[in-house]
């Protein structure tokens, strides 16, 4: 997908948002080592950058809303998965639950679970962030 200069500076713009975005799950993991998943409301430049990369989030019928699941592999890995879920979803739940519903996701999605485990081997085997 050939993006023009306009849209090219649009997505640099959004990643670096998100970026500082992302720093809410940093923060999150670090005043809760013991956590491994978190579920929060998508961010609006997620779904405004899902859309570049290939992965058009439709407008959801009212009463729904975007959700991410995160996955921490490590401190400074995490993985993001989008769900749709409804708006009043409750987002401080267990860890066990949302590891079952990781899981789930991994079961319908294969790809997901190939990039995971690629991840978790690198990442935990002591190898560099590059």
Known sequence: MELTTSQRRRFQKLTDEIDRLLDTDRRF???????????????????????????????????KAYFVLIHKITSAVLIRV???????NETDVPDTWLQALFEQRVSEEPRLGQIEGMIERTFRNGRPCR
Request: net charge positive.
């Open 29 to 63: 993991f670090e005043r809760r080592p013991d956590r491994s998943y978190r579920l929060r409301r998508a961010f609006r430049q997620e779904i405004e950058a899902a859309a570049f990369m290939g992965h058009a989030l439709t407008d959801l019928p009212k009463g």
């Open 82 to 88: 989008f769900l749709v879920g409804s708006t009043d």
